[in-house]
């Protein structure tokens, strides 16, 4: 046949392969006809549906005809021919979905095989290839049970991730297939599981990489949300409670953690000791990256031609700049002492010795996945990290308090200050107590979330740890600091206001223990070590500003008196203070106050921006101050950021691992602490400091 036919051809076969696809019922939807036809009442949708099946498994029929056409007409040795092979086992497999035919099966994966072996090392296809294969070996291993079958499946997945040339995400792909695969089947194989995740975790780092926008970045990381926490569950099942958090530790925060390399107290500081203008180069090469990562559009059809190209423009020059970073960092690995700049966290042996106290302190992770939930305790200079199984805790709860506690807090307006304020509470300030029952022997649903989390949460992690009661909050006894790092849904929920009420005598965490939160522990690390280095009597002291009626904002009430009061307290401390109010301070002029003060309060209306944190901003009065002018400006000396404002601690469900929210971008920012004041969390300290 003359080429021109077969291109012909290819359309037709592709096509038909489409449109079966899209119709893609699998062979359990001929049992579900089945038992139609056994119902009276349904024998006419029966009859309906089997003509629909039919009408596919013709389609299907003819697509995979016209893909054996255009494989009869095309050379072996072209080098779109395992093209063809591949795009025809894709056709038979559908068809063994439709029929449940294991010979429709066997015929596609003998397909794949061919496809993948006719494939030059180093093509870009040859990991999706090799991921078909192993799908469709697993989907035999499903019904054979064949010890044989899982074995090549795996192999398949792990050919794939070896393929350096394919792009980050579909070997990504590959690595959490085998995972999976091995996780689902083999649980308490540590030979073979640890190898898996600990690629997959590494391939999260490169999905997410520089070259994308910031947008982007989270756009990747939302099809991979959770996958930390399955990894870390799967090492604890394994006894491997160090791995656990090692993985954690490098598959969460990744955006933030690409920020924290700009601000003082991160690796680069030791950069610049060794070789300033190198560190500076870095410095400038981010700071580059962050600007256009968070000032890129996408194209839509609305764009004029010149939009568009100057989109290419900006396109090419983030893509130019990513490779400048990449060239600067394999000159900075090369240098000695240097070899694990911007690498993932060390070990946990390291990780617990680099903890920046001797005694009172503990960091604790809360991992939650779909089949455990556990607890992870650091402890400064130990070489295990405490184990507390939470058996009676569990993902569905999480996310269940978690849709309860939004509710609740929607019922009583407490998601944004957007009504109205009464005159009490214009002086008074919006903050108030909400009735929650306890003169009442009704259910009420916010003491049951933190009822639950005070018993199947809290509690035994005190326990476990020996941690005593303090009853007499004014004896002279420091009671111990927990920082709190919970994982996915659970991040949203309020552990520090863990309680029970109801009873003569009420169980609480702050009986106990202070409680604040962390990002991960290499943020706390890096924090506290800024916190000590950042120690300057020129620039300690406090900032305020109210900005109580922003343009096209809702009033805020008592933002005024708010700050007025805090002014006073600090001057009769003797403490060096400045406070601004309304239009008297422009963003510009705020950000060189943030320079001059180590602690700011900022009493305002914020705005959390999801899908790109860096534009995420607080409303002034002229103007707005987003979290990505803050973070390019570098504020240097920054100690403590207390942020009385809405949504601010708020967080995103898609990408929970990022912890985006405002309170977390002020610490990428620099803060070593920072108080979240919004209405969801309120009173909650993401403090990364002493």
């Known amino acids: 046949m003359r080429p021109a036919s077969i291109l012909a051809l290819i359309p037709l076969a592709l096509s038909m392969g489409l449109l079966a696809n899209a119709n893609d019922y699998t062979f359990d939807s001929r049992e579900y006809v089945d038992e139609l036809s056994a119902r009276e009442d349904h024998f006419g949708d029966a009859l309906a549906a089997r003509e629909i099946l039919s009408d596919i498994s013709t389609q299907l029929d003819e697509a995979i005809s016209s893909q054996r056409r255009v494989l009869r007409c095309s050379p072996a040795d072209h080098p779109i021919f395992p093209g063809f092979l591949n795009n025809l086992a894709n056709f038979v497999l559908h068809r063994f979905k439709h029929s449940g035919d294991v010979f429709n099966l066997n015929e596609a994966i003998s397909i794949y095989e061919n496809a993948a072996q006719l494939t030059p090392l180093g093509h870009p296809e040859l990991s999706s290839r090799l991921i078909n294969l192993g799908s469709a070996i697993q989907a035999l291993f499903d019904v054979t049970k064949e010890t044989s079958d899982l074995d090549c499946c795996t192999r398949a997945y792990k050919s794939a991730v070896d393929c350096m040339t394919a792009p980050p995400s579909i070997r990504l792909d590959a690595a959490t297939r085998w995972a999976r695969a091995l996780t689902q089947h083999r649980p308490h194989s540590s030979d073979e599981i640890l190898p898996a995740f600990d690629a997959a ?6 999905t997410a990489g520089l070259e994308n926008s910031v947008e982007g970045r989270y756009a990747q990381l939302q099809f991979v949300s959770g996958l930390p926490s399955e990894a870390a569950a799967a090492a604890l099942t394994l006894g ?19 920020l924290n390399l700009l601000c003082a107290g991160a690796p680069i500081d030791d950069l610049r000791a060794h070789d300033g203008r190198l560190a500076q180069d870095v410095t400038n090469v981010l700071q580059q990256l962050e600007r256009a990562g968070s000032t890129r559009e996408t194209a839509n059809a609305n764009m004029s031609l010149s939009e568009k190209i100057a989109l ?6 983030h893509l130019e700049l990513s490779r400048k970073w990449d060239g600067l960092l394999a000159t900075i690995q090369a240098i000695p002492g240097f070899e694990t700049f911007s690498q993932p966290p060390s070990p946990y042996a390291t990780l617990a010795n680099d903890l920046p106290w001797t005694e009172g302190g503990y960091i604790v992770i809360i991992n939650v996945s779909d089949d455990r939930c556990d607890s992870m305790v650091i402890l400064r200079g130990t070489s295990e990290p405490v184990h507390v199984a939470l058996p009676r805790f569990s993902l569905a709860k999480s996310n269940e308090y978690r849709n309860i506690l939004g509710t609740q807090l929607m019922m009583h ?16 300030r919006a903050l108030r107590r909400v009735r929650v029952g306890e003169a009442s022997h009704r259910p009420n649903p916010i003491q049951d979330v933190l009822r639950v989390l005070w018993q199947e949460v809290v509690k035994p992690i005190l326990e476990a740890l020996a941690i005593p009661r303090i009853d007499d909050q004014e004896a002279a006894v420091t009671l111990p600091r927990i920082w709190w790092c919970p ?20 169980e609480a965490i702050h009986n106990y223990a ?11 690390i890096a924090r506290v070590r800024g916190s000590r280095s950042n120690e300057n009597e020129a620039t300690s002291g406090l900032f305020l500003t109210s900005k109580p009626s922003p343009p096209g904002a809702s009033p805020i009430p008592g933002t005024i008196r708010e700050v007025r009061l805090i002014n006073d307290m600090a001057a009769k401390k003797k403490t060096r203070v400045l406070k601004v109010e309304g239009d008297e301070v422009t963003v510009d002029e705020c950000l060189e106050y943030m320079e001059q003060y ?7 209306h914020a705005s959390q921006d999801t899908i790109d944190p860096l534009q995420s901003r607080f409303l002034f009065h002229k103007g707005a101050l987003s979290l990505g002018s803050t973070i390019q400006r570098n504020v240097k000396n920054a100690d403590v950021a207390f942020l009385s404002a809405c949504e601010t601690g708020t967080g995103e469900e898609k990408v929970s691992d990022e912890v985006v929210h405002l309170a977390a971008g002020m610490l990428a920012a620099g803060y070593c602490r920072v108080v979240a004041g919004d209405v ?6 993401r403090d990364q400091g002493r």
């Not at 994982?487 to 009420?506: D, I, K, N, Q």
């Not at 180590?598 to 305002?604: E, P, V």
């Open 201 to 206: 975790i590494s391939l999260l780092a490169l």
């Open 240 to 258: 491997r409670t160090d791995k656990a958090i090692e993985w954690l530790e490098q598959g969460r925060c990744l955006v933030w953690g690409q």
């Open 312 to 317: 290419q423009d900006e396109e090419r020059a």
């Open 413 to 428: 307006n407490l998601r944004r200050r957007t009504s109205k304020p009464s005159d009490e509470e214009v002086l008074t």
């Open 487 to 506: 994982t996915g849904p659970l991040a949203f929920l309020p552990l520090h206001a863990a309680r029970v009420y109801g009873f003569e005598v009420s």
């Open 514 to 524: 202070i409680s604040s939160y962390t990002l991960n522990v290499s943020f706390l």
């Open 598 to 604: 180590s602690s700011i309060h900022l009493a305002c």
């Open 680 to 685: 969801v969390n309120r009173g909650r300290t």
